[in-house]
């Protein structure tokens, strides 16, 4: 009777790091196939990665650990790509208009992952003693990105704009909306993108020319 399960060969001692990083990576296939949360159960996963279902336990106490794991990596791809993206532009003004398209490449191009990162509750847990701040929320750094861009643009007079928290929120939602209707709405004639987001940008981060 034949198996669907591929076994593997046994890691060498110290590849317990691979292991996981192979059990996230069958996580990540499994939710861009059928963007469910539901479809990362321990059988799933084992599978794919071709162990035995209790192995998992290894690193992972149940699946909503091993998603969180998967979300925890994409919101880091996330602030590599926009971080990147600012390296490459020269001034305060051409960093925040990067970065901020970046930040719609990688949602379009990661569309069911980045659908998942804002449907959970990423309070943390526990909650902290103190009011919680942006640092405290988790997945917070590409966010922290935006606005420390915002404020780099007030500085040096690139932007008019009174309040970098304010105006980056303002942007925020606006790229957060723009991801999200794309990928939802495919069909709809939308405008041409370069200049659509550069302008969107402009605008709402008082941009000067």
């Given amino acids: 009777m034949s ?6 060969t046994r890691n060498a001692r110290g590849s317990g790091a691979q292991l996981r990083s192979e059990i996230v990576q069958a996580a990540r296939g499994l ?13 799933a996963v084992a599978r ?19 998603v969180q794991a998967v979300v ?17 532009a020269a001034t305060p003004r051409d960093r925040l208009i990067a970065g901020c398209r970046a930040y719609l490449a990688f949602g379009a191009e990661h569309s069911a992952l980045y659908g998942l990162l804002f449907a959970r ?10 009011p919680p701040g942006i640092a405290d929320i988790d997945g917070s750094r590409p ?25 980056a929120v303002q942007i925020w939602v606006a790229l957060h909306g723009l991801v999200q209707l794309r990928a939802n709405e495919p069909d709809f004639p939308w405008p041409d993108a370069d200049r ?14």
Avoid at 3 to 8: A, I, P, Q
Avoid at 121 to 130: G, K, V, Y
Avoid at 153 to 164: K, L, V
């Fill in 143 to 167: 966010f922290q990105l935006l606005m420390h861009g915002t404020q780099d643009c007030i500085d040096d007079g690139s932007s008019s704009a009174d309040s970098a928290l304010e105006t």
């Fill in 3 to 8: 198996s669907s399960v591929t076994r593997r």
């Fill in 48 to 66: 794919r990665v071709g162990i035995a279902a209790p192995s998992i336990y290894t690193h992972f106490d149940s699946p909503e650990q091993i």
């Fill in 196 to 209: 659509t987001e550069v302008e969107l940008i402009i605008r709402l981060g008082r941009l000067t020319s």
């Fill in 121 to 130: 509750d990423r309070r943390p847990d526990p909650p902290p003693t103190h």
């Fill in 72 to 88: 925890t990596e994409t919101f880091s791809l996330l602030e590599a790509r926009i971080d990147d993206a600012r390296r490459a």
């Fill in 31 to 43: 939710l861009i196939e059928t963007g469910a949360e539901s479809a990362v159960t321990l059988r």
